[in-house]
């Protein structure tokens, strides 16, 4: 306790001040932002490629005599395959004699021996500015090269918009984790900025990243200079090479990973030697700050820092500081630099060519492909399906539709898999449909309650939001040149956005909040309450985001005409006829020879539609059946079946069978089948195996969507619980009729529901989607304001 109160103590003038100081820095960006628009002017941007022969390489020191001794050998050898490469040791005022060291060890490297130190930004602008070739490797002195390591830099600059080119990082210890890697990512998140490092080994080549490491990271010189290089306003270190590299990617270059180019650091720095730990996690939390300040353009995401950075400093001063948040002198440090933050915002703006969500995205795989990609796409095109949920096996009627889509969408395109799933004991049953893709990978999706209860976010869109899938989703389409995303579920389209070349479709297997509506009915108050909720989330959610997607896939003609009848706009993009299918052909036609007497109900009991039908169907209509027909017999198959207990045997009439390896055969096996769905949307799978199958039908309307408009077409239809009942019992005992629906529902499911033809139709549109991609005049919008 003593600690916390201290630190209240101490800090309570600070939060007293901060109602003040923070809504008057948020008040003179505006102002800033305000002037820039009315007088504010573009710097033009004349890009140009630097001559890759050769390369100079910067080494800021500062009483690192014993990291030169060690280092410089290596990386004289690595540097001696061109005369006109060059070493410059910029050396900040060191007290240790490293520059007389230089001087007489290694008279060949060039010495820029500076009167005082000027942090890492200053030597390295200095070592910039003195550099003679138009490429600079800027090295920590701590870092050991490969002595082949210069060339795949060199080669990394393929066009004159790359601006940076990063080595790969190992350390020296090879037992310590890899928290540095060169592969860096970054994304804004309640209101600052956050970065880290990926280690992932499929990146074999060059891969976008957010910022070059600048220990470890070559540049193109003009292109520094003309950002001005590393800005003060950071001094004296920590996130100039962030600063830098997001300035970069605002100006419309681009930043990149380059894995063949291995170095090893040491992390010998002196920073920690001769700064407190205090201090430095104090110059990082106002670094973020300041970061914001300076290159946060955009209104909403400047609101949002303010409002999170306060709030963010108020549970520190309260509660503990971490660097995950802001704290009070870090914002109050912050503050103090606000001129110097102004200025670096006006030039900022001057050199910004696209927003901050467009910067934000261009370092991602997939949309790097999409921005800067020129290659027409493949043919047949190269797909990525994405699903939320396991696919094999297909224990679910979402797992049925993406097997037998994706078994033959294998036949027509290049289709690459990427699946989450509940655990990692769910891969193996996988393999099967390994030898029909180009490759397959899985997401084990995270344990723990998915928080953000009071979030205008759906529930079920920020369950399935996973920075591993997003990452493994960017880098397939970079790595595998994908042509078309084929989303899975509503809740996957929050990985879709507007794109120039690349396609994303998304198969609403049902929708949501239509699903949601349907489910309210019946509900206890509280419940009512909390659905109704999740319903208004849900509208308003997909109403926002459908729009970004290019092709939806509905199950029904229903589902398309609710739909629209939301967003007139998607019309055109919108259609039934291209997902909802099964491999007819695997289902043995079987419409007669069955036990008599016989009811089956199937179904995945994760999914409450089915659960709330099964219900309907024990407690209201078999009573009625069995007097009627007493030796009547309703077997329960599906995947997480309630416990036995819970369910009435009504006499030993109700058997649960539980999970069945194979539905085909308890579709062959017994005399009629139910589907008493009451609530829901989209296409009922099992009524499609159903149809398949041979084994006539009785369902609701609602579990009859989209399939089956009239009485007697291809099943039985009612709603009242004594008439399912009738037409359970008529179909025990007119086995001619039975036999008639069944032929009817088979043909049926041939003609408008086989993948098959589906798939051929769904990669033809696939083919029209990307080829008015292709000839469209326009790009992408990414202008900032």
């Not at 397959?440 to 953000?452: A, D, I, L, P, Q």
């Not at 008639?740 to 088979?746: H, I, Q, T, V």
Request: proline share 6%; aromatic share 10%.
């Amino acid at each position: 306790m003593k600690p916390t109160l201290l630190r209240v103590l101490r800090q309570l003038p600070l939060a007293a001040l901060s109602v003040v100081f923070m809504p008057l820095a948020w008040a003179l960006l505006w102002a800033a932002d305000a002037l820039f628009l009315l007088f504010g002017k573009r710097q033009p941007r004349a890009d140009s490629m630097p001559r890759r022969h050769a390369a100079s390489v910067v080494i800021p020191n500062w009483n690192g005599r014993d990291l030169l001794e060690k280092y410089l050998p290596p990386l004289v050898r690595a540097m001696s395959g061109h005369p006109d490469n060059e070493i410059i040791v910029v050396d900040n005022g060191s007290t240790d004699g490293s520059a007389a060291f230089v001087r007489e060890h290694f008279p060949e490297i060039r010495l820029l021996a500076l009167p005082e130190n000027l942090g890492f930004g200053g030597g390295s602008n200095a070592g910039f500015r003195a550099a003679k070739n138009d490429i600079v490797v800027l090295l920590n002195s701590d870092m050991r090269v490969a002595e082949d390591f210069l060339e795949p830099l060199l080669e990394g600059f393929t066009d004159p918009q790359v601006f940076a080119v990063s080595c790969q990082i190992f350390f020296s210890d090879p037992q310590k984790r890899r928290e540095e890697t060169g592969l860096t990512q970054g994304w804004w998140s309640h209101g600052m900025l956050r970065v880290r490092h990926r280690e992932d080994d499929a990146v074999d080549r060059l891969f976008p990243c957010f910022y070059g490491g600048g220990g470890s990271c070559a540049f193109d010189r003009r292109k520094f200079l003309e950002l001005g290089g590393f800005d003060p306003l950071l001094h004296p270190f920590y996130l100039e090479d962030t600063d830098l590299g997001y300035l970069a990617w605002k100006r419309g270059w681009k930043v990149m990973y380059q894995p063949k180019s291995r170095v090893w650091h040491e992390h010998r720095g002196t920073i920690g030697r001769t700064f407190g730990r205090g201090y430095i996690e104090n110059v990082i939390r106002r670094n973020f700050v300041l970061f914001a300040w300076k290159n946060m353009h955009e209104p909403g995401r400047v609101a949002g820092h303010f409002l999170n950075a306060w709030a963010g400093a108020m549970a520190s001063w309260l509660g503990g500081e971490s660097l995950e948040r802001a704290s009070l002198p870090a914002l109050w440090g912050a503050f103090l630099r606000l001129p110097q933050a102004l200025r670096s915002r006006w030039r900022a703006r001057r050199l910004a060519e696209v927003s901050d969500t467009e910067a934000f995205r261009r370092p991602m795989g997939g949309w790097f492909r999409d921005r800067f990609e020129t290659s027409p796409p493949s043919d047949p095109p190269r797909v990525l399906m994405v699903a939320p949920y396991a696919i094999c096996p297909p224990v679910h009627g979402g797992g049925v539709f993406m097997y037998h889509a994706a078994r033959e969408l294998a036949r027509h395109a290049e289709l690459h898999l990427l699946v989450m799933v509940d655990a990692a004991h769910e891969i193996a049953a996988h393999e099967p449909l390994r030898d029909r893709l180009r490759s397959m990978h899985f997401v084990v999706r995270r344990e723990g309650k998915t928080k953000g209860a009071g979030s205008i976010t759906p529930y079920a869109v920020r369950e399935f939001a996973d920075p591993e899938l997003e990452w493994l989703l960017h880098r397939q389409i970079f790595l595998e040149g994908i042509d078309v995303v084929q989303l899975e579920y509503t809740q996957m389209a929050q990985y879709a956005g507007r794109s120039r070349r690349l396609v994303w479709a998304l198969f609403e297997h049902d929708i949501y909040f239509q699903s949601i509506g349907r489910a309210m009915k019946g509900m206890g108050l509280l419940q009512w309450v909390s659905a109704g909720f999740e319903y208004l989330r849900a509208l308003h959610w997909e109403l926002r985001t459908l729009p970004r997607l290019d092709a939806i896939q509905t199950c029904t003609a229903e589902n398309t005409e609710y739909l629209l009848s939301f967003l007139h706009g998607l019309d055109g993009r919108v259609r039934h006829d291209l997902r909802a299918g099964i491999d007819v052909s695997s289902y043995k036609f079987r419409p007669g020879g069955r036990l008599p007497r016989t009811i089956l109900f199937l179904g995945s009991f994760r999914h409450r539609p089915n659960l709330e039908a099964l219900d309907w169907l024990i407690r209201r209509v078999m009573p009625q059946v069995l007097e009627q027909e007493p030796q009547a017999r309703l077997y329960v198959a599906g995947s997480d079946p309630p416990a036995g207990h819970t369910i009435p045997d009504l006499g030993g009439a109700v058997e649960v069978v539980g999970f069945v390896p194979d539905v085909r055969e308890a579709l062959a096996r017994y005399a009629v089948f139910a589907c008493p769905i009451l609530s829901g949307s989209g296409v009922r799978v099992k009524l499609l195996e159903a149809f398949a199958s041979g084994i006539p039908c009785v369902s609701t309307t609602l579990g009859a969507e989209g399939l089956a408009r009239n009485d007697g077409d291809v099943c039985l239809l009612a709603d009242d619980p004594g008439e399912f009942a009738r037409k359970i019992v008529a179909l025990f005992r007119q086995p001619a009729l039975g036999e008639e629906l069944a032929r009817r529902a088979r043909a049926y499911v041939e003609q408008h529901h086989d993948a098959a033809r589906m798939a051929r139709k769904l990669v033809e549109s696939y083919r029209e989607h990307l080829a008015r991609k292709a000839g469209a005049a326009e790009p992408v919008a990414t202008k900032t304001r």
